[in-house]
């Protein structure tokens, strides 16, 4: 089956500009998430969907980022008044799970989408 | 807050035996998870560790000491295409994963 989509793959913006980042979740995946990945480092956590709302927007590191899940499905990362430090990888995640559950194996399992390579000038 | 560390870098022969460390420090935990990322790819899981013991996949297995606060990931029989990142992350309950800062792994022949 199709696993998660992001686009676009990669977006060169200038400063001060707007863009919006596309995630398409797993069909039926209730959790959806949002990382960003600077070079050498781990996904930093952004946050994250359960369903439509946001349950936890603790990771995003100003109020020039904002995302929204209006149906439950794709979701869109917006990014007002870029910086350049804002440039990164920004992957998507999907679980059909939410996180916090018991549970072994794979249940915890995060599916994660390609990556948009965001690069501000 | 919440810490993971886990080394930067390690390098092994083809065939031989890996392990790649992990410790966190976190307010609540739930259990360890392991992901592996080829460059310029998508993070892909691994394993989840919730209980004390040793998880084998193949020839990857992943261990966990909650007492410790302290796991390992352990590659058998490696190959080439095992050469990547790999990150531990926690689950610390209503938060969504923090991950380590990964450790790259070469494997050479």
């Known amino acids: 089956g199709a696993g998660v989509s992001q686009t676009p793959s990669n977006k060169v913006t200038e400063k001060g500009k707007y863009v919006e980042l596309r995630c398409d979740p797993i069909?039926?995946?209730?959790?959806l998430y949002w990382y960003r990945q600077s070079l050498g480092q781990g996904p930093e956590f952004l946050i994250y969907?359960?369903?439509?709302?946001?349950?936890?927007d603790s990771g995003l590191p100003n109020d020039r980022f904002f995302a929204v899940r209006p149906e439950g499905s794709v979701s869109t990362l917006k990014i007002q008044r870029t910086e350049r430090g804002d440039s990164a990888v920004y992957l998507c995640?999907?679980?059909?799970?939410?996180?916090?559950?018991?549970?072994?194996?794979?249940?915890?399992?995060?599916?994660f989408g390609p990556g948009t390579r965001l690069t501000v000038l | 807050g919440q810490s993971l560390e886990q080394p930067s870098e390690v390098t092994a022969v083809e065939g031989a035996i890996v392990q790649i460390n992990c410790t966190y420090q976190?307010?609540?935990?739930?259990?360890l998870s392991w992901y592996q990322q080829h460059d310029g790819g998508a993070p892909t899981f691994l394993s989840y560790?919730?209980?004390?013991g040793l998880e084998e996949t193949g020839r990857f297995s992943s261990f966990l000491s909650r007492s410790d606060s302290y796991g390992y990931l352990l590659l058998q029989e490696l190959q080439m295409k095992d050469s990547a990142s790999y990150f531990c992350?926690?689950?610390?309950?209503?938060?969504?994963?923090?991950f380590g800062k990964g450790t790259r792994l070469s494997v050479i022949a």
């Open positions: 995640a999907s679980s059909p799970n939410p996180p916090g559950l018991a549970g072994g194996g794979s249940y915890n399992e995060q599916f």
């Open positions: 069909s039926g995946h209730t959790a």
């Open positions: 969907f359960q369903g439509t709302g946001a349950a936890d």
């Open positions: 976190t307010s609540g935990f739930y259990g």
């Open positions: 560790n919730a209980l004390d």
């Open positions: 992350a926690v689950n610390s309950g209503n938060t969504p994963l923090v």
